[in-house]
């Protein structure tokens, strides 16, 4: 398909794509640029597989507590709200 009529199409085209699987090819000026398919489904993982990648991800470095207390305090308070509470 040529990137032309995909640009025409589109919408139409990820419906084709999204609800019957279906693949396409665009081109530019006879040469194939990309192909168009069906999103992978999300990779879920297990319980074992999140607790590991969790593990995995570096703590926050030492000033990281000081700065977000800094934050907050530099935001002030929001005003009250009209709504009560």
């Known amino acids: 398909m040529s990137a032309t009529e995909a640009v025409r199409t589109f919408s139409d085209l990820l419906n084709r794509i999204r609800y019957r699987g279906e693949e396409f090819v665009v ?3 006879g040469e194939p640029v990309c192909r168009m398919t069906p999103a992978a489904p999300p990779r879920r993982l297990s319980f074992r597989e999140l607790v590991s990648v969790l593990r995995d991800i570096p703590g926050a470095d030492a000033g990281y507590a000081a700065d977000v207390r800094d934050a ?12 009560g509470r």
């Open 27 to 29: 081109e530019r000026a």
């Open 72 to 83: 907050v305090r530099e935001q002030g308070r929001l005003p009250r709200s009209p709504w």
